[in-house]
C-alpha cells in the first residue's frame, strides 16, 4: 500500500497568484497522477509526472499554467499559476498500486 | 459522450437501507475501480474488479465484463456511509471516472 501526504488541504488565493500543492509518498513510484475536480465535476486528469522526464500533459492543460516537479521517486509538487476564480477546485495527486488507487487527501483551493 | 455513467447521481436513504450504486462504461477496460470521497475531498479505493464479485465488510461489488456494467451494494446503511462513490474504470494506463453518486445516510 501507499499513503500519501498532500499539503495545503485548503488554501484561499487571490486572483493573479500562483499557489504550489505538495505530495509525499511513503514508497518509490515511477508515476504519479495529478489530477482537478471541479465543483459537481469528475476527476480530470491534468498530467502523468515520471522522476527525471518532464510530465506529460492532458489535452486542455499546459506546463505554464500547471508547471510540475518530481525531483525523485517519492515527491511530486503543481503549481497553480496565475490563478483565476475558474481554478477554484480540489487538486489530488494519485499513484497506482498493485490492486488500488492510492489519493493524497486533496487540495481545495478558492481564488477570489 | 462520458465513458463512464453512473446513477443515480444523488441518493438519499435511511439508515438500515440496502444501498446499490450502478455503473456502465463503453471503454475496453482491464480494471474497474470503486472509490470514495469524504467531504474533506479525500479519496479511498473501496474495491477493484477485472470479474465476478467481492465483499468487504458490508460493502459488495460485482461486474459483468460482457455488459459493461457494475456495482456497487451497501447493506445495512449507516450514516457514516454518507459520502460520495465514484466508478473508475482503467484501459491500459488511463483511468475514466464516473461524476459519482452522492449518498445521504439519515439516522
Known amino acids: 500500500s501507499a499513503v500519501i501526504s498532500q499539503k495545503p488541504s485548503r488554501d484561499i488565493c487571490q486572483r493573479g497568484t500562483s499557489l504550489t500543492i505538495q505530495c509525499q509518498v511513503d514508497?518509490?513510484?515511477?508515476?504519479m497522477f495529478w489530477y482537478r475536480q471541479q465543483p459537481g465535476q469528475s476527476l480530470t486528469l491534468i498530467a502523468t509526472?515520471?522522476?527525471?522526464?518532464?510530465?506529460?500533459?492532458e489535452s486542455g492543460f499546459v506546463i505554464d499554467k500547471f508547471p510540475i516537479s518530481r525531483p525523485n521517486l517519492t515527491f511530486s509538487t503543481l503549481t497553480v499559476s496565475n490563478m483565476s476564480p475558474e481554478d477554484s477546485s480540489i487538486y489530488l495527486c494519485?499513484?497506482?498500486?498493485?490492486?488500488?488507487?492510492?489519493f493524497g487527501e486533496g487540495s481545495r483551493l478558492t481564488v477570489l | 459522450k462520458n465513458e463512464v455513467e453512473q446513477s443515480p447521481q444523488n441518493l438519499t436513504a435511511q439508515e438500515g437501507e440496502f444501498i446499490t450504486i450502478n455503473c456502465s462504461y463503453s471503454?475496453?477496460?482491464?480494471?474497474l475501480h470503486w472509490l470514495q470521497q469524504h467531504p474533506g475531498g479525500g479519496i479511498v479505493s473501496l474495491f477493484m474488479?477485472?470479474?465476478g464479485k467481492k465483499k468487504h465488510g458490508r460493502l459488495i461489488a460485482t461486474i459483468n465484463i460482457q455488459e459493461k456494467h457494475s456495482s456497487l451494494h451497501i447493506t445495512a446503511s449507516h450514516p457514516r456511509d454518507s459520502a460520495v462513490y465514484i466508478c473508475?474504470?482503467?484501459?491500459?494506463?488511463?483511468?475514466?471516472f464516473g461524476t459519482g453518486t452522492s449518498l445521504t445516510v439519515i439516522p
Open positions: 494519485s499513484v497506482d498500486g498493485p490492486g488500488e488507487l492510492f
Open positions: 514508497s518509490q513510484v515511477t508515476m
Open positions: 509526472a515520471n522522476q527525471g522526464s518532464e510530465a506529460t500533459y
Open positions: 471503454v475496453g477496460i482491464s480494471a
Open positions: 474488479l477485472s470479474s
Open positions: 473508475a474504470v482503467r484501459t491500459g494506463n488511463q483511468f475514466y
